[in-house]
Structures are given as structure tokens and as C-alpha cells.
């Protein structure tokens, strides 16, 4: 078991590319390793939270490479998704982050959740079409061949798609002149490397 844990906390350094964050990680690894061989395991034990914490950054940090780029005339709205990965954790597991973009007062707003427990109530009303349309303003919907809901409330408009059981995708439209620009947002995205990086 010891050779086991220590081998992992050696090998871990080489998988980051980022050099500020590997000299950072690479410190408190070896912070942990080395209570660990003194038999410190509760100082062990706070070094590795703050790897944990270091590689939820880094990891955020990847995810959001999946969200698209603003359409043409459009502009990225920030959003702070650092503490993402904490309050899933707190909700049972899972990836989340979100992008937002705007045009005038048209604003897009793209959110992401996967291996997530809060998904099965979403797959159950997206599998049931039934149970979907039986809500004020929702029904059925499809993008290519990925099944989904869509749902419109006065200058709202919502749709939300499963992607291999596991991974929600829910794009928001507000004061959407036109409200074909949420499929071209979808279009923008690159969803076998979505499933390929988040599964």
C-alpha cells in the first residue's frame, strides 16, 4: 500500500504542462511524501488537500477549453468558475462550468454538468417526452440525433440536451432576436471531444 501511494505521488508531476503549477504542485507532493515517510499523516494529509485543490484549478482550467468561442459580433461575458469543482464535490461528484456571451442586450449562456448524481432527475424527463411536455412551455426536442428538451418562457428560451447518459448540456437564451443562435452556439461545439475529454 505504501509503494503503491508513493509511486502515484512520484509519477503525478510529469501530467502537468503548466510550469508555475507544476513547481507549486511538485512542492506539496513532496511536502505530503515527505511527512508521509515520517509517519506525519495528518500533515500528509492537509498537503494533498491542497494538491487536490491545485488540480481541480487545473483541471477547470482544461474543461473550459471545451466551451465554444463567442459567434461573430458577439462578446465573452466572464464567469468565475472556480469554485465549480468544490460545490459539486459537495453535491456528490462531478464536472460543472459555465460560459456566457453577449450581443446588445441579447445574452447566450452555455452550462456543462456530467457524471453528476443531480443528472437522473434530467434523463428521466428527457427519455419520458411525455413527462417533458406535460410541464407549461416544454416540449421534446433533438439536436441531430442527441435527445434533449427545450423550453420557452416570455423572452427565455432553453434548451437542454444528454449526451451519453452522463453529460448535460443546457444553453440559455435571453432577448434572443433571432433564437436559431442557440443551435449555432451548439453547432460551434465540438461534442465527440466533449464526450472523449468528460467521460
Known sequence: MKKTLIAGLLTLPILFSSPVWADKITDQINEALKAYEEKD???????????????????????????PKPLEGWTTVKVDN?????????????????????????????????????????????N???????????????????????KIKNKRTEITLLLAGQIMLKITGNKLKDPAVLEQYLDAMDMKRLKAELL
Open 41 to 67: 499523516y495528518k500533515a500528509a494529509l492537509d498537503e494533498l488537500k491542497y494538491v487536490t485543490v491545485s488540480l481541480g484549478k487545473l483541471a477547470q482550467a482544461e474543461n473550459e477549453k471545451l466551451l
Open 82 to 126: 472556480s469554485g465549480n469543482q468544490m460545490a459539486m464535490s459537495m453535491l456528490g461528484g462531478g464536472t460543472s462550468m459555465k460560459s456566457s456571451y453577449k450581443r446588445g442586450k441579447e445574452r447566450v449562456e452555455i452550462e456543462i454538468m456530467a457524471n453528476s448524481p443531480m443528472l437522473a432527475m434530467m434523463s428521466m424527463m428527457i
Open 128 to 150: 419520458n417526452p411525455a413527462l417533458a411536455a406535460s410541464e407549461k412551455g416544454t416540449e421534446p426536442f433533438r439536436y441531430k440525433r442527441i435527445k434533449g428538451i427545450k
